[in-house]
Nanobody, 129 residues
Framework: QVQLVESGGGSVQAGGSLRLSCSASGYTYGSNCMAWFRQVPGKEREAVAAIYTRDGGPFYDDSVKGRFTIYRDTGRNTTVHLQMNSLKPEDTAMYYC?????????????????????WGQGTQVTVSF
């Protein structure tokens, strides 16, 4: 059974930092093709960052470039992190980890939710003024 489990969300003041983690289990290719999305009530789920195995990337939404970093855990190839620095109130959202489940993937433009087959349950990030 494929499972993605997020951790690391919480509440922080503007300018602070959080690190989200996503651990995958139940399929072969672990952290190969994973992404972070976020969603606020009443809005569509949007891509924040994504990581690939070839041809370009990582992807970052313009709103987080220079502040967020997506990377694979060096010790565990089934885990991806999202380091979030200089957080802003507009970063407040439910953050979801997603995976294609595939062995190979390449950057082909802005990630879209239908491209990802597996999803975590979400972790809330709240940034206050």
């Amino acid at each position: 059974q494929v499972q993605l489990v997020e951790s690391g969300g919480g509440s922080v003041q503007a300018g602070g930092s959080l690190r989200l983690s996503c651990s995958a289990s139940g399929y072969t290719y672990g952290s190969n093709c994973m992404a972070w999305f976020r969603q606020v009530p009443g809005k569509e789920r949007e891509a924040v960052a994504a990581i690939y195995t070839r041809d370009g990337g990582p992807f970052y939404d313009d709103s987080v470039k220079g502040r967020f970093t997506i990377y694979r855990d060096t010790g565990r190839n089934t885990t991806v992190h999202l380091q979030m620095n200089s957080l802003k109130p507009e970063d407040t959202a439910m953050y979801y980890c997603a995976s294609t489940g595939g062995r190979w993937c390449a950057y082909r433009g802005r990630p879209s939710p239908p491209s990802y087959n597996y999803w975590g349950q979400g972790t809330q990030v709240t940034v206050s003024f």
